[in-house]
C-alpha cells in the first residue's frame, strides 16, 4: 500500500426501533467524508491521517484511524471536534465528544468489524449501538475503504 492514499469514510444511523429514517429525517442519506489521506503501518497497526474541514465552522478536524485488522478500530479526532472513539466486538467503550456546540459522553457498542485487505485497498466495515448521556440513540454502521493513489 502506498503513503498516499484515498479514504472513504461513510455512516448511516437508525434510530433504535430499527427503522431506517424516511425523506427528509435526519439520518436518512448516509453521511460520507472523501479525502486524500496519508497511510502507514506500526507495530501491526494500520494508520490513516486526514484533514477534515466542517462546513460554516472555521477550523479543521485532525483525523486518525487506527486499525487492527477485525479486532479493534480507533477513530481519534483533534482540533473543533475532539474524541476518541475505540470499537471493540462485543465491548461497550464511553468516551467524552467535544464539539463546538457542547460535550457529551458517548457510549459506543460494537457488534461486528469485518476487514479485508487487497493489494491495493482496505476495507472495514464496524456495526455499533451508539448511546448519548446513557440514553440509547441509534443503531450505526460505519464504511471504511482506503485505496492506494496511482504512484
Not at 477550523?59 to 487492527?68: A, E, S
Not at 464511553?94 to 460494537?110: K, L, W
Not at 485487505?117 to 464504511?143: M, R, S
Amino acid at each position: 500500500m502506498t503513503k498516499d492514499v484515498l479514504l472513504s469514510i461513510s455512516g448511516l444511523h437508525q434510530d433504535v426501533t430499527g427503522i431506517e429514517a424516511q425523506g427528509d429525517e435526519p439520518g436518512s442519506e448516509p453521511i460520507e467524508v472523501i479525502a486524500p489521506a496519508s497511510y502507514y503501518e506500526k507495530n501491526g497497526k494500520r494508520y490513516v491521517i486526514y484533514d477534515e474541514l466542517v462546513e460554516g465552522i472555521p477550523g479543521t478536524i485532525k483525523n486518525k484511524v487506527r486499525i487492527l485488522d477485525d479486532q479493534k478500530v480507533e477513530i481519534i479526532k483533534s482540533g473543533i471536534t475532539n474524541t476518541h472513539m475505540v470499537f471493540e466486538k462485543d465491548k461497550i467503550n464511553m468516551t467524552q465528544y467535544e464539539t463546538p456546540y457542547g460535550e457529551m459522553m458517548i457510549g459506543v457498542f460494537t457488534k461486528d468489524i469485518q476487514f479485508e485487505e487487497q493489494d491495493e485497498k482496505i476495507t472495514v466495515h464496524v456495526n455499533y449501538a451508539l448511546d448519548i448521556n446513557g440514553d440509547p440513540v441509534a443503531d450505526c454502521n460505519i464504511d471504511i475503504k482506503i485505496t492506494a493513489l496511482e504512484r
